[in-house]
């Protein structure tokens, strides 16, 4: 799936090497391909207070789009 730069997205797996979970929401920074020839982008994480907290690349394929009929919530940095 191809997403708009810039926009919030959630991840769909867990990143633990990122501390990051899956619904984690995410900023979508550059969009590029891996050396292996898949679809990746890189991704800004962010604290609840607007921190910069990680930066990564991730397949396309661990996010997906934001839907209406959920809710944000914050958690614990573990």
């Known amino acids: 799936m191809k997403f708009e730069l810039y926009t919030d997205v ?44 990680a930066v990564t690349a991730v397949p396309a394929s661990a996010l997906e789009a934001l839907r209406d009929d959920e809710v944000l919530c914050a958690r614990q940095l573990s």
């Open 10 to 53: 959630a991840l769909t797996r867990d990143l633990p090497e990122r501390r990051l979970r899956r619904g984690d929401i995410v900023k979508l920074v550059d969009h590029h391909m891996a050396p292996d020839g898949t679809e990746e982008y890189s991704i800004e994480v962010f604290n609840a207070v607007g921190e910069t907290i």
